[in-house]
């Protein structure tokens, strides 16, 4: 937690400094949890997975773009004006290295979203902003992608229940193996 003690009309105009960075470091170990909030500022969620690991990973924040780089069971990230990026590798998937994940959510309203990541199920959306989702999504079975204003692109997707929709934009995808 961060406390400005200055008054009110330092805080104003040329007075205001520039915006601080607060670092989280934990002890080692298994955490079923982490929940991250915030207005104004980034995100970025990063661990050294042979000390520290997490469950589930929940993110917010209303001006601010947020990263998720370490596998959890479930990630969830909600953003207003922000770009959402979920780089999850850790080379536990013996056929694409990266980390399994079991649920996946992107939310933003006005800002993109970058996923690369292998889950059973992934929800990405976004109301004016493009979205790209890649890997060798093996363990896939869910797949929901939706944005109002802005282009898809899918790179070697895989799953049995793909829903894809765009009002205003390009949808560019390419399987990572033939479907039946």
């Known amino acids: 937690e961060e406390t400005d003690l200055r008054k009110w009309y330092q805080k104003i105009g040329i007075f205001s400094p520039k915006p601080g ?3 989280v470091k934990l002890a080692d170990g298994i955490y079923p949890e ?3 909030k915030g207005v104004n500022g980034d995100i970025d969620i990063q661990a050294d997975l042979q000390t520290v690991s997490f469950e589930t990973i929940m993110a917010e924040t209303t001006n601010g773009d947020t ?3 370490i596998p959890v069971d479930f990630v969830s990230v909600k953003s207003v004006n922000g770009d959402i990026s979920f780089v999850i590798v850790s080379g ?3 056929v694409t ?8 959510l992107g939310m933003t309203t006005n800002g993109h979203i970058i996923d690369v990541s292998t889950a059973q199920f992934k929800s990405l959306t976004t109301a004016n902003g493009s979205i790209h989702t890649s890997g060798a999504n093996t363990g896939m079975v869910k797949l929901y992608v939706r944005t109002t204003n802005g282009d898809i692109e899918l790179d070697s ?4 229940d793909i829903d894809i929709e765009s ?6 995808a390419s ?3 033939p479907m039946a």
Not at 97 to 104: A, E, I, M, T
Not at 157 to 160: A, C, F, K, L
Not at 167 to 172: A, E, K, Q, R
Request: aromatic fraction near 10%; avoid cysteine; proline fraction near 3%.
């Open 21 to 23: 960075k607060i670092e």
């Open 34 to 36: 982490l929940n991250v």
């Open 67 to 69: 990263k998720v780089h």
């Open 92 to 94: 536990t998937d013996p």
């Open 97 to 104: 290295g990266f980390g399994q994940s079991n649920v996946v």
């Open 157 to 160: 997707i895989y799953g049995q």
């Open 167 to 172: 009002v205003n934009g390009d949808v560019t």
């Open 175 to 177: 399987l990572w193996r």
